[in-house]
């Protein structure tokens, strides 16, 4: 059974800084493009960040390039979204996800991405 857990949201002030974590089990996440979205209140799920298979390739949305990192660690099955220099428009539920295609393409729509987790808040005052 595939399960993707997130965790490390919180409370923080503007320009402050959070790591959050995904960890993935049921056998799919070195075979996996892993991706982070978010999603505020009244609005789309939004991407943010996206990394290949090796962690070689990584993409980002326009709003957090420069602020946060994605990487990954194979061997402990879990992704992370460092987030940097925090605004509170960053405020959403942040979700990870898992696609599974074989598409050279990131895929940046929630519909290209086959796993997700729960979410986690990341709440961000000003």
Request: proline residues 3%; positive net charge; charged residues 15%.
């Amino acid at each position: 059974q595939v399960q993707l857990v997130e965790s490390g949201g919180g409370l923080v002030q503007a320009g402050g800084s959070l790591r959050l974590s995904c960890a993935a089990s049921g056998g799919i996440f070195s075979s996996s493009r892993m991706g982070w979205f978010r999603q505020a209140p009244g609005k789309e799920r939004e991407f943010v960040a996206a990394i290949n298979r090796n962690g070689a390739s990584t993409t980002y949305a326009d709003s957090v390039k420069g602020r946060f990192t994605i990487s990954r660690d194979n061997a402990k099955n879990t992704v992370y979204l460092q987030m940097i220099s925090l605004k509170p428009e960053d405020t959403a539920v942040y979700y990870c996800a898992a696609d599974r295609t074989l598409s050279p393409a990131v895929r940046t729509q929630p519909w290209g991405y086959d796993y997700w987790g729960q979410g986690t808040q990341v709440t961000v005052s000003s």
